[in-house]
């Protein structure tokens, strides 16, 4: 069996070399070799590839190239950014798209298979090579990295809320029970006694990534970590004395200067953020989570704590979780979390799924023979 790996990374790039070896000593009649996306450009090939167009390829570039712009301006300095710089950059980047697209195409054609392999698959050139590939009639498989700890991603339909894990809460329902025990030791070694600062009962909020993938494609009414805060101050206005205690938290890798955001709070009575107290610790003392879709989710459920999901999430069952898609919906779920409990069961039973069905054990990072071995095999399995 034949595979292409397409690197956007030099990280990814080396593990997917290696991942490859690992396939052709699984099956030496097949052949794997892994595209570096930036030297697939220095050949002549690829230039009548720009006379390929359809309505579908080019309805999806455009999307890719509106979904990078959202991208750009959630960003700091894109906050900055006037009209006419934007117009500028659809312009180019939509040039830019039909030329990358023309690029991958031809570079997946060279390779003569029919199955392609990229991390995470949501980001401007995945998308694009994605995009690529599906003119060509590849199926594609995506990589990313574990929801739970020490595991791997790997499938065939796309990763966070495009993931192939099931909708309907009771396709789990043949699953044992398991102790959640072994996937929650690292967070409440994380643990530590009550910080005095803390309200006697509250909901933790924790901030993402505003150009993230999983903000800019997954977050239909909360465009950004501003208008989230703004969320909670409107139920907060309207709820008044029922409303609860809110910590937020900043995300450390999201770029955003938030000094103006945490004065705006700094008197509010009942919304405050908290960048001092390690996350876990604020699972750990919260009477709930309450997220967008963040991997924080999922630390929320593995905990045992509550949990209201505000955007897309493949994790929001309603057995699991609360779920608010509009202002009104917020506040009813604040009014509702105190009472409502989730169906013990069907968490056990879900991480059950993810831990001994979906996920593939082993760190990418830290990969080693086996890992490498349970990878490429699971590669095999897919392709049949």
């Known amino acids: 069996m034949n595979f292409v790996f397409f690197a956007a990374r030099q990280l990814h790039r080396q593990y997917f ?6 396939l052709n000593t699984l099956e030496p009649q097949g052949r794997s070799e892994v595209l570096w996306h930036k030297t697939l450009w220095q050949t002549i090939y690829w230039i009548p590839q720009l006379a390929f167009n359809n309505s579908k390829t080019s309805q999806q570039r455009q999307q890719i190239v509106n979904d990078h712009l959202r991208e750009k301006q959630n960003s700091r300095k894109g906050r900055l950014r006037s009209a006419l ?7 180019l980047k939509t040039v830019e798209a039909r030329l990358l697209f023309a690029i991958y195409r031809q570079a997946l ?16 050139r995945q998308r694009l090579a994605v995009c690529a590939a599906e003119s060509c009639e590849m199926k594609v498989v995506y990589m990313e990295n574990g929801l739970l700890p020490d595991m791997t991603t790997i499938d065939p339909k796309g990763i966070n809320y495009l993931n192939s894990v099931p909708r309907d809460i009771n396709a789990f329902q043949a699953l044992a029970p398991i102790d959640l025990s072994p996937l929650n030791k690292s967070l409440k070694q994380q643990f ?25 494609l ?26 609860p205690d809110i910590i937020f938290k900043t995300h450390p890798a999201c770029d955003q200067n ?5 004065k705006h709070l700094e008197n509010h009575n009942k919304l405050h953020i908290d960048n001092d107290t390690p996350t876990p610790v ?28 505000l955007g897309h999430a493949f994790y929001s069952y309603p057995s699991l979780s609360l779920r608010a898609d509009s202002q009104q919906a917020l506040q009813h779920c604040l009014q509702q979390l ?3 409990q989730p169906n013990h069961l069907h968490i056990q039973q879900f991480f059950n799924y993810l831990s001994n069905r979906y996920q593939l054990p082993g760190k990418w990072q830290h990969a080693d023979e086996g890992h490498l071995q349970a990878c490429a095999q699971r590669l095999l399995e897919l392709s049949k």
Not at 290 to 300: D, F, H, L
Request: charged share 20%; proline share 5%.
């Open 258 to 262: 938030y000094a103006e955001l945490i």
């Open 218 to 243: 997954f977050s239909p009414w909360i465009k950004d970590m501003y208008a989230l805060v703004q969320e909670f101050e409107q139920a907060a206005e309207k709820l008044d004395k029922q409303m």
């Open 17 to 22: 070399s290696r991942v490859s070896q690992q």
């Open 85 to 91: 710089y934007w117009r500028c950059f659809r312009r």
């Open 282 to 309: 604020l699972i750990q003392h919260a009477m709930a989570v309450a997220t967008i879709n963040s991997t924080v989710g999922i630390e929320a459920l593995l905990l045992d704590k509550k949990l209201l999901v």
């Open 192 to 216: 530590a006694p009550r910080p005095q600062h803390l309200p006697e009962s509250y909901i933790f909020v924790p901030f993402q990534v505003n150009t993230d993938s999983q903000v800019v």
């Open 109 to 124: 054609i060279q390779t003569n298979t029919h199955q392609m392999v990229i991390w995470n698959g949501l980001k401007y």
């Open 338 to 340: 105190p009472d409502w």
